[in-house]
């Protein structure tokens, strides 16, 4: 509060009989209530009077001269006048003068000065902020004086952005935008908008946001544990998420129709009393407006019978498969099953007892190929025998010949041979 004065004389006075007006300046909020103050000095009764910046008279000697109730005249003495303005408005804004009527008018100006501490900021989005695209959000504070200061924040760290202000003539609007990219994970992320401003003794006027990010659904089957067998109950739940979440789940069974047993409860499939009739793969579908998704299940029911001499594995969910409205997709049977063939799923399953069966049939082709080598080593042992003695024969046949041929006796030819 500034203090400044004007006399009829020189100031300060020289003489008891030179008298002097001071006025105080005033800064206030707007709203609130402002105190003028003129201070005398040697005041003598002259006439005082005090006006308005519009120059108009408000009091005359303690008289009120302006039909204006929020002016109140509340002190006046030889030494201090004192009005006071409630409900303070950035119109009222500007000198009032406290005037001393004497031989000469002299006057001193108090200038009021009104602050107006924003309100809280408010937050606008330009477009919807969906999956891999990019958000604009701007922060505005419509009114204050002088303007306020705006910062955008996020996990406590600052987030630099476009500002922008205008003067609306007594006050200024002022706005703030950023443009941040947004992913899945960035849903429901937490942002604020900061105003900083004299006028709020170090506070600040905080709006927070709450990011809202569209994306397309996810599905995934949560499969029965263990093994099922004819008679038993399945019970299939399909989790779903999205922005916005798909309200509408359907449930199916590839080339069929659900079993008459079927029941849907929303994401709930329930199947009472199963047979191997209700083999087969069965698929839940969800989608929003920003694309679909499905996932499926093959069943696969065991009997009694197979059970003892079996063991054959749980049967298991597939991968998700999700598409976008830009990049259609369709459902693919995982490498282990073919939704079309269910009888090539019990084939798969059955991997253990082929394995046995396998390697029997070697041991057997083992076995044969050990009895046809054996059987051929043991022909050709027997040829070279007879061979053997066949040709012994033909020696002493040919010597029987030579001595009818002669017409020696055996005896002879023997001795000839031997000399």
């Known amino acids: 509060m500034s203090v400044a004065g004007v006399s009829r004389c020189s100031f300060p006075p020289l003489a008891a009989h030179c008298q002097a007006v001071q006025a105080e300046n005033v800064t206030v909020l707007e709203g609130g209530t402002a105190q003028i103050s003129c201070r005398l000095q040697n005041y003598d009764g002259s006439i005082v009077v005090i006006q308005n910046p519009r120059r108009q008279t408000l009091f005359f000697n303690g008289t009120r001269a302006l039909k204006d109730d929020r002016y109140q005249m509340m002190l006046f003495t030889p030494r201090l006048v004192r009005i006071t303005l409630t409900n303070v408005s950035v119109f009222d804004e500007g000198g009032y003068f406290c005037q001393l009527y004497t031989d000469a008018t002299h006057h001193q100006v108090a200038t009021l000065s009104v602050l107006v501490p924003p309100e809280t900021p408010a937050v606008e989005v330009k477009q919807e902020a969906v999956e891999g695209g990019e958000v604009e959000l701007t922060c505005v504070s419509p009114r204050s004086k002088p303007a306020a200061a705006l910062r955008w924040m996020r996990n406590g760290k600052e987030i630099p952005g476009v500002v922008s202000q205008q003067d609306n003539g007594k006050t200024f609007s002022v706005s703030s935008t950023i443009r941040i990219p947004v992913e899945r994970k960035d849903n429901g992320a937490a942002l604020s908008c900061e105003a900083v401003h004299p006028a709020l003794s170090g506070e600040k006027r905080v709006r927070h946001y709450r990011l809202d990010v569209y994306?397309?659904?996810?599905?995934?089957?949560l499969p029965p544990s263990g093994i099922l067998r004819e008679g038993d109950s399945l019970s299939l739940t399909c989790s779903v998420t999205g922005n916005p979440l798909p309200r509408n789940i359907q449930w199916s069974k590839i080339n069929d129709t659900l079993p008459e047993r079927a029941e849907i409860s929303g994401p709930n499939l329930q199947i009472s009393r199963l047979s191997q009739s209700h083999n087969g793969t069965y698929l839940c579908q969800a989608q929003n407006n920003f694309g679909r998704a499905a996932d499926h299940y093959t069943l696969l029911v065991y009997d009694n019978v197979s059970l003892a001499t079996t063991a054959p594995p749980t049967p298991s969910t597939t991968q998700l498969i999700t598409s976008h409205p830009a990049a259609p997709s369709f459902l693919t049977p995982s490498s282990a099953s073919d939704p079309e063939d269910p009888s090539a799923v019990v084939e798969t399953h059955s991997a253990v007892p082929y394995a046995v069966i396998g390697g029997v049939?070697?041991?057997?082709?083992?076995?044969?190929?050990?009895?046809?080598?054996?059987t051929i080593w043991c022909s050709v042992r027997q040829k070279g025998s007879y061979l053997t003695h066949e040709a012994s024969g033909l020696d002493e046949h040919g010597e029987v010949q030579e001595a009818f041929l002669n017409g020696n006796d055996a005896s002879q030819g023997k001795k000839e041979y031997l000399l």
């Open 361 to 374: 049939l070697a041991l057997l082709v083992f076995t044969v190929i050990c009895v046809l080598i054996v």
């Open 215 to 221: 994306f397309a659904p996810t599905v995934r089957i």
